[in-house]
């Protein structure tokens, strides 16, 4: 039988500790970020469970941005993960 | 509890990154974000916008617009006086309408005036006192009913806008009608006694007698040899035969109301007796069946179910005018009697028939009683 990890779904559901990145057409979306690094036209970092994520593309602007969540829009040309060593 | 309403703020600056990372930087929720020429707007919470204040010194920044609790507030502390001036009209609206200024009670007789008063101040309806529910009403009334059975007979509280109307019937002691000492059974009809049951006095008529309105059946008075041995109040029943002639006509054209099953529910208002309806009625022919939803005074508001009619017209065979002429005879004369009383003979004495009616003239004889109680005044 499978492990489902009842603990580790459970304590997600209460504390939404998971993060994601979802990626649309001309926008993405971030759920669950540490910190906004940087914030430009072209580019954006940001720091998510010790790893850098770098976004870079045309005429990115910010869409809507809370503490856990960030809307991007613009014409999105790559992510990049950078782990930390 | 955190005060979520909603705020559009402006912010002077034209570095929209910048500006960006440090609200990033300082915790500040972005729900949407607009920039013109030197301005940058943000929709973000009234708690947010402490923040920016307090945190970003340097920068211009200004509420644009409001929305929820905070634009309530703020709407309610500029028509402060408008708004208190309603609530108090209301209040003095509902008390003015909702309180009793005169008190009328209908009675000749000052003790049970008295009595009243006192009775309803006890129950807190008196001048410049609140009315009461109409269920709170006839418990009052059930209640004063039960404590003064002896001197009440009958109690009803209405009002008329701002008067209570208490009307009531006194009650005439039972003793004083049991009182009669000489009182007679006499007929109420011309008719044929057909059963008599005497339970005090002496029967002056016999089963089979023909007796004539007035006649006394019972007599209260008890002689022997022509010579009154006393006097007591007579009591008993006497059933007759009575006669009628009664007259009936019916026209071979009917009209019948069936109904389709088409029901339509509207509204209306009845203010003074005038109804006015809210909604226009959707059907043609109705029957209404109205139910009252709220009742204050004289103001109401009824629902109404209009209940779609056609209206036919039949015609009848001389034989189905005739039944129908002798039913209306037989329940003309129904309506008349009591619970033990009957129709004993039906007869048609004159049957005429013109184009459009048919005319009944019949003979009914019943079984009623004819037998009521006469007190004999003293000195006649």
């Not at chain 2, 609790?69 to 001036?85: R, T």
Request: proline share 0%; with cysteine.
């Amino acid at each position: 039988m499978k492990n489902l990890h009842f603990k580790d779904t459970f304590k997600n559901f209460l504390f939404d500790l998971e993060n994601f990145i979802t990626i649309y057409d001309k926008h993405l979306h971030v759920f669950n970020y540490q910190k906004l690094d940087k914030l430009s036209e072209k580019e954006i970092d940001l720091i998510i469970d010790n790893k850098k994520v770098i976004i870079e593309g045309n005429n990115l602007v910010v869409k809507q941005m809370t503490k856990q969540e960030l809307l991007i829009e613009g014409f999105i040309l790559k992510v990049e993960f950078k782990y930390e060593k | 509890m955190k005060n979520k309403s909603i705020v559009w703020v402006k912010i002077k600056s034209d570095k929209y990154y910048n500006l960006l990372l440090k609200l990033n930087k300082i915790g500040i929720n972005v729900l949407e974000i607009k920039k013109d020429k030197n301005n940058i707007l943000i929709k973000t919470y009234y708690e947010d916008y402490k923040r920016i204040k307090k945190y970003l010194i340097s920068y211009k920044v200004k509420i644009v617009s409001k929305t929820g609790l905070i634009k309530y507030i703020e709407v309610a502390k500029k028509y402060i006086v408008f708004i208190i001036s309603i609530i108090i009209s209301i209040v003095l609206l509902f008390i003015i309408n909702n309180m009793i200024f005169k008190v009328e009670i209908k009675t000749d007789n000052k003790k049970v005036e008295k009595l009243l008063i006192k009775e309803l101040k006890s129950y807190g309806l008196s001048t410049l006192k609140l009315k009461k529910r109409h269920d709170k009403i006839e418990v009052i009334v059930k209640e004063i009913l039960d404590n003064h059975k002896n001197e009440i007979e009958w109690l009803e509280i209405k009002f008329d806008g701002l008067i209570m109307i208490v009307n009531v019937t006194e009650k005439i002691s039972k003793k004083e009608e049991d009182n009669y000492e000489n009182c007679n059974i006499v007929a109420t009809k011309d008719g044929k006694i057909l059963s008599l049951n005497l339970y005090r006095g002496v029967a002056l008529k016999e089963i089979n007698d023909y007796v004539l309105k007035g006649d006394i059946l019972i007599s209260g008075s008890i002689t022997h040899n022509e010579e009154v041995k006393d006097i007591v109040c007579a009591s008993g029943e006497v059933y007759g035969e009575v006669w009628y002639k009664v007259k009936v006509e019916v026209p071979f054209e009917e009209t019948i109301t069936k109904y389709t099953g088409k029901n339509r529910y509207n509204l209306s208002i009845k203010v003074n007796d005038n109804i006015y309806s809210i909604f226009r009625s959707r059907v043609n022919d109705k029957e209404e069946d109205v139910t009252n939803l709220y009742k204050l005074n004289d103001f109401e508001i009824n629902l109404v179910k209009e209940k779609e009619i056609i209206k036919d017209k039949n015609i009848l065979s001389e034989e189905e005018a005739y039944n129908k002429a002798l039913k209306l005879a037989e329940e003309k004369i129904l309506l008349m009697l009591q619970k033990e009383e009957e129709i004993l003979v039906k007869k048609v004495l004159k049957n005429t028939t013109n184009n459009s009616t048919i005319y009944l003239e019949l003979f009914i004889v019943t079984k009623e009683n004819i037998g009521e109680l006469q007190v004999v005044k003293e000195g006649l």
